[in-house]
């Protein structure tokens, strides 16, 4: 039995609360990367197109405390989406009672409408109670209270339990589905991750093995390959018994990562050079190092026999998954691997090439071959939940047609 989306719900004449992802870089009240708010016009358009009027809400980084909330408003979103819509956006700045009451009741079919910050809810009178994080039933009973169906698009807070996502739809039983980007995030990760065309390589980065531990496991048994790059390669080095140097490694998963290794056999890709610096510095001395790192020197991204040795594992791919940088990205000095494997992917075009992860998706935009990749997934930590074989609660709240 298939998922409700959104072209299952009635919507002429409806009020159609949408969870979207407006979690988007703000500096001095301007919109720096708009890509997730372009991400969810498609869903958008469609339910003003179809007579909707669209209440959205949307969380924007982190509120622990009342001093947080003044940044953290989506009064500048507002001004953006007006923008790439063409049309009026009517910005409430309160996530609760009469004003926002009135003001979705002075709606119009077509109109559309963007709540304040969600994670405001997070604090009440000074105090951090995380009833948006925490999913409180009260808020998303009352939040669900202002609609006539909703349509969760915000595929990056599908992994968590929020009361935007999860709270509104088991609030309207047969009466939440899925946007299109939430639709096709689904699609591609689940095609890639269990029905993928062979061979199929995973490239995973980053700085820590504790992070994809999860992640690696599950692909072991669907992967051909699994590449590895990023701090986290040393912990799987000190495992093999290769000297480190200063480089980073989780001391307590080096055990873990002896049994990734016997499990893993052949497809587990390590680096075989690394440059290393001195410091932990975009300006240090560094070096091209095969084998064994020496004390004093730590290992800050992939060798260039790495670089070749891992795009002749991708070279004959037909669907690559890729989570996380080869080496320190934000530094320039340092990101030369994850640009070299962003640019090899631009190439495979007989391939299906998912990216997923900050640092991953700012290198193949830098590279200008983002329009070369099957799709670049707007929510990095959801990507590694659904890499991990984990259902979210956000898409599993949504319901049965």
Known sequence: MAKLTVEDLPL??????????FN?????????DDNRIVAALPTIKYVIDHGGRAILFSHLGRIKKEEDKPGLSLRPVAERLSNLLNKPVTFVPVTEGKQLEDAIDNMKNGDVLLVQNTRYEDVKDGEYVKRESGNDPELGKYWASLGDVFVNDAFGTAHRKHASNVGIATNMPGKAAAGYLMEKEIK???????????????ILGGAKVSDKIGVID???DKADKIIIGGGMAYTF????????GNSLV??????????????AGDKLVLPIDNVVADKFNNDADTKVVEGD????????????????????????????????PMGVFEMPNFAKGTLEIGKFLGTLT??????????????VKELGVADKLTHISTGGGASLTYLEGNEFPGSAAISYN
Do not use: C, H
Request: no cysteine; hydrophobic share 45%.
């Open 188 to 202: 591609f990760l689940g095609d890639a991750v269990d029905n993928p065309e062979r061979p199929f390589v995973a």
């Open 293 to 324: 790192i020496d004390n004093g020197w730590m290992a800050l991204d992939i060798g260039p026999k790495s670089v070749e040795e891992f795009k002749n594992v991708l070279k004959d791919a037909k669907t690559v998954v890729w989570n996380g």
């Open 350 to 363: 007989d391939a299906t090439t998912i990216v997923g992860g900050g640092d991953s998706t700012a290198a």
């Open 218 to 220: 599950n692909l072991l």
């Open 237 to 244: 080095y000190a495992a093999k018994g290769i000297k480190v």
């Open 250 to 263: 989780e001391k307590d998963k080096i055990d873990v990562a002896k049994q990734i290794l016997d499990k």
């Open 24 to 32: 988007v870089p703000i500096k001095d009240g301007v919109v720096g």
């Open 12 to 21: 002429e004449g409806k009020k159609v609360l949408m969870r979207v992802d």
